[in-house]
């Protein structure tokens, strides 16, 4: 399933006059009539654009939008706030709501790994990293003002969380619905929540497909998961987003049209240490 991050096609430029690039993600719109570009709390720019628009045209639509962009800029930019560690982190399909604490230097990190249910170690240069896992509580240890690391840490942690919870919560909904349980495999993806491959015709039935999801769809609240997995779920059957695929869709999903657009903002609105490293706003 594709996801309203951009791939690297994408996007337009807006160089403005200071020197500083900012770069919109492109959306296509079977509704839209004229292009019109916002930008996100976060401040991810995305340009909205008819759905039948080459790129050509999309890139020539933007110096319409930089005197409005030339004075918004600085102004959200100054009010923006900067990035800080994160109070939680919460995972709405374990139940689990986990706080985020500076808890000491490196050393004392090592020392108290023995007892952690889970232990992440990163590096930059000379900088390091420990984070522990507690039963309630992610401790980081050591270059703990390297928000970077943090992040990576953070995100080292939940996909390891992912790669455990996901699978078997596919499978379950699977033999809900009456699917074979397919292949699950967890994926930092960049651009997408998940995707599906399905064997070849050649390949027997006893081997249903293979689902891919985003390591980030563990932050996901149940409804929308569990919508991400049903959406996936239905391309075993459709490989394509055909009107028979959203009939198969609707039938196991009926509000598909309200979850779709609430995977679209849950994308917009991911935590910043949850993005993608090349995701506008990152």
């Known amino acids: 399933m594709s996801s309203p991050a951009p791939t690297p096609e994408e996007t337009v430029p807006f160089p403005l006059s200071g020197g500083e690039t900012l770069v919109a993600a492109v959306r296509r719109s079977a509704r839209c009539r004229r292009p019109r570009l916002s930008v996100s709390p976060r401040g991810a720019l995305v340009l909205v654009i008819p759905r039948d628009w080459p790129p050509a045209r999309a890139r020539r639509a933007a110096p319409f939008f930089l005197p409005w962009l030339e004075r918004m800029w600085p102004r959200f930019a100054a009010a923006r706030p900067a990035p800080s560690l994160p109070e939680q982190v919460a995972l709405p399909l374990a139940g689990r709501v986990l706080a985020v604490e500076t808890a000491g230097d490196l050393a004392a990190g090592r020392r108290q790994s023995r007892g952690a249910a889970a232990v992440v170690r990163l590096g930059a240069g000379s900088r390091r990293l420990v984070l522990l896992e507690g039963r309630e509580t992610l401790r980081l240890f050591g270059a703990v003002g390297d928000l970077a690391l943090c ?53 027997t039935a006893a081997q249903p497909g293979h689902i891919h999801l985003n390591w980030r769809a563990l932050l996901l609240e149940r409804p929308l998961l569990d919508h991400l997995c049903r959406h996936e779920l239905c391309h075993l059957r459709r490989m394509d987003h055909s009107a028979a695929y959203r009939a198969e869709l609707a039938r196991l999903s009926p509000d598909w049209a309200m979850l779709e657009r609430g995977l679209s903002r849950a994308w917009r609105e991911l935590p910043w240490w949850a993005l993608p490293p090349d995701s506008p706003g990152a």
């Open 151 to 203: 992040a990576g840490a953070l995100g080292r942690w939940c996909r390891g969380e992912a790669a455990r919870l996901l699978p078997p919560h596919v499978r379950e909904l699977a033999l809900a619905h009456g699917f074979l349980p397919p292949r699950v495999s967890v994926r930092d993806q960049r651009s997408r929540w998940g995707s599906c491959s399905r064997p070849s015709a050649a390949v």
